[in-house]
């Protein structure tokens, strides 16, 4: 899509162009697991912002991918995203029942059930991942280490120590590193990977970028989650604080919060300077992810 | 492994060599998330009878492959059983309080550590898979396969699904073919990819002998269920009556469970008739499969 069209635009075009390739990966319900299957497509489709396959897709601008080789990594780090959702509004976890606007998955479709279509979306994940034109198993195992214990899963562990305690500004990036940066740095890695090699120089900057737009995403969800109504946000508002969780409006106060959202905003900017107009995409992103009110 | 080695000292030698894979890749809980690392090795060493990595050992004979490109897929495919047993043994699947012969993960860690350790267990198979030498993208999507709605998790859910009613020996074959026939499927098929290619007489006969000896299994691990005791079993004995589960014996009687079992085990046999030596220790692990006492 060219330069030229407004950011709005191109975001709806990949939105609704995941939205088809999620469709796709998960065909229609049949056979003996139906309900499974059912309750796998409940959870993924019609819903969500779908920011990590928007990274995804701009970061492969960065390498003049074509965007087809970049529609299997974004889906896969979409249904990496929606099995964790699934998985942490199980009752043994935050035990919530709002998701995307809807009841969550267990009470929809039972616990076992959930718990099942979040393993099962991981397992399709991987297999979407695999099955895409010029993806190599390093895809696979960077994929991995993002969902695992060094990662994403890791990071909701933390979380998880951390109810009930106050944790400074430090030790709260350390834990968003792990639990929503790690799946980020493999949206934008997987998204870059599928072009040109990228030169040192530019993956560092992306590392940057990463880091500081991932834990400015965190930031924002924090603060909406305080000014922020269930409505708006598609799921349980001010949970943070009914379940005494660690914040960044707890360790920062609003205003703090906020300050340092744009802080982070614009490190995210300066991360990117040394790649020139190709990274228009991740900029506008960065934007967003600051400036948006759900 | 020379040809003249008993099955007995070849599947211990295996078993301790997949011990040391899987200890090195849970390296040693550290860091802020250390005690679900710990729930991860918990779950995974120090018992279980490999039985799936010792099919992939077994497969990669069948095209002479090193023994060391096998180490990656045997280990994958472990983490992804072991995974699959601490979700099951969850409260809200099966609530079985004991495993491999020690209290279920969740009893020794907690319900959301289980959680988590069975999905970072999923995450890390994948990453292992992919970082093993000579790995393409399709083995991971192989195993992602093998793993999801239309294999284990699939399974899994027809399992749940079938409580208390009476199923078929047809109908229960349909289930275990993607609860416990899937997985084994990608342990031999992964474990054959690391050699030279197979030559289609070969592939159909190894899906042939994956049908029956996964079947095998199943029937088998239905007689020891009534036949067994929790000590031997290392896990609970009777669970099947218990829960009200359809199975092979309740389907067959155990008299009929035990010829079906026999049956198959010679289906097994024929099925590797066109494979030469080469498929010996298929061979044997279908009699081991068989005539197990755990």
Known sequence: MHSDVSFALWSRERQTRIEGVLDRALAAPAGPAAHLHEAMRYAVLGGGKRMRPLLAYAAAELTDARVDAVDAPAAAVELIHAYSLVHDDLPCMDDDVLRRGKPSCHVAFGEATALLAGDALQALAFMVLGQGPGVAAEDCALLGRAAGVAGMAGGQAIDLAASGRMLSAAA?????????????GAAVH?????GRALDPQTGAALDRYIDAAGLAFQVIDDVLDVEGSSIALGKTAGKDAAQDKPTFVSALGLAGAKAEAERLRQAAHAALAPCGAAARRLRELADWIVLRSS
């Open 172 to 184: 709260l990036a350390t834990m968003h590193r792990h639990k929503t940066g790690a799946l980020i």
């Open 190 to 194: 997987l998204g870059a990977r599928r």
